[in-house]
């Protein structure tokens, strides 16, 4: 072919690529992406549903049992069929100070499901660390090694670990300042990059037991997760969320947007996050909120998985820039939402697995139920409860006055319909700790100052002995004493 020719033909191709409307140089990239979040935060091991009131829209109480594996895997699969990359994440807590139906397996069973749920990531939380790091790592790593062996690899003979991570840019090693976990993990959802950053509660020291703390320190949430700030800018990170287990609360309903009366620890962490930072996911109070502190969205969603926050971030790619974010809080209410069937057999098994040991008849109650809910006053009939059996317990030992926490109370007690005695898997339900109790003398100032707004009973002396059980996660409250 001559000269001529080609450059004829050349002139041809372009004359016709103008022509059909082709271009020959790459389209723009859209100008921004939408990237789907759910995300879940103290889920205790909750396979099954349990009791949730709330108020609607309407300010109208509601009760029903919400959560579950079950129904949040129908959710998760209602949303992924309108997007298929949905991200699914935790704020912590989802395993540690579960009810028995997850406990008496190590929470192997709970996390199994997580991965069922495609789970990709979750800030660790302060239960999380119950048994301490070395068991922790073996629930992420595989393995069957545990102080519980009891408890480890009896769900099924081989734990195989967790295909989740978790993160915490705060968690360190005491001795080296080495991280226990990664700091952050980095997510691609249409063309987006972005990264999630962890961080454990600060006071993780006063939450867990000294052996379980062993050998490990935490730092500064917000000066933790902001240092991570230059290096995730370096890998090109479009936006970047905080996955923080520490909270807040509010009067406010768990539904309204943009609430304005958050108060607690939280907003501390929030006000003080690089600039950068527009999203904050908390936990650890079991409340719900969608509230903003400052132009940062800090939101939670309860507890045990009877809601989920869903989260959608607006990116622009190619300036790197976070555009909107909206929230809301989901009601994970099994009547809408019917599970898979990979994640209804897991609970099948489970249920059935344990239904020897968790059905056992355990005692009469002298009424149908007695409820978790306290007054206004702190006190609760389920308090209270505990608070008399603790001091049946270790009145032979000097005992004259027990205390309890609402933080350590996690459910009430309440007869089906038909049954006649509660079951050990229902009383285990309501303080599912392991804890022992503490017998220690005081003298009656002491006493008087530390009971703050509950009532003692009985006649003080000027010195006695008080049996103390719980866990740290609030003030105390739920007094017991001997008429005198």
Known sequence: MSRSSIRSSTLLFAVLALGSGCSLTSPPPPPSVEVNLLAVNDFHGH??????????????????????????????AQMRATDPELLFVGGGDLIGGSPPLSAMWADEPSLQALDLLDLRLSSVGNH??????????????????????DQACRFE????????????????????????FPAYRIERVRGAKVAFVGAVVEDLGTLISPRSMQGLRTLDEAEAINAQVPALLAQGVDAIVAVVHQGGATPESHGQPDCRQLSGPI???????????????SGHTHQGYLCRVGDVLVTQAGSYGRLVTHLTLSIDPARHRLLDVKARNLLVDPRRYPPTAEVAALQRAVEQRSQKLLGRPLARLAVRQVPQAANSAGESPMGNLIADAQLAATAHLGARVALTNPGGIRAGLALEPGQLEVSYGQVASVQPFNN?????????????????????????????????????????????SPAA
């Open 47 to 76: 396979i099954q549903p349990t009791a949730f009131t709330y108020r609607n829209a309407s300010g109208e109480q509601r009760s029903l049992n919400a959560g579950g594996i079950a129904a949040i895997s129908g959710l998760l």
């Open 436 to 480: 022992s109790l503490t017998i220690l003398t005081l003298s009656c100032a002491s006493c008087s100052s530390s009971s703050g707004r509950r009532t003692l009973s009985g006649r003080c002396s000027r010195r006695h002995r008080s049996a103390t059980a719980g866990t740290p996660d609030g003030p105390s409250a739920g007094v017991s």
């Open 128 to 149: 999380e660390l119950d048994q301490g790091r070395d068991e922790l790592l073996r629930q992420v790593r595989g393995g069957c090694r545990s102080p519980r062996p």
């Open 267 to 281: 907003v501390d962490v929030a006000r003080r996050l690089d600039p950068r930072i527009k999203v904050m996911l």
């Open 157 to 180: 003979s081989v734990h195989r670990g967790i295909g989740f991570t978790y993160i915490a840019a705060n968690l360190v090693d005491r001795q080296t300042g080495a991280r226990l």
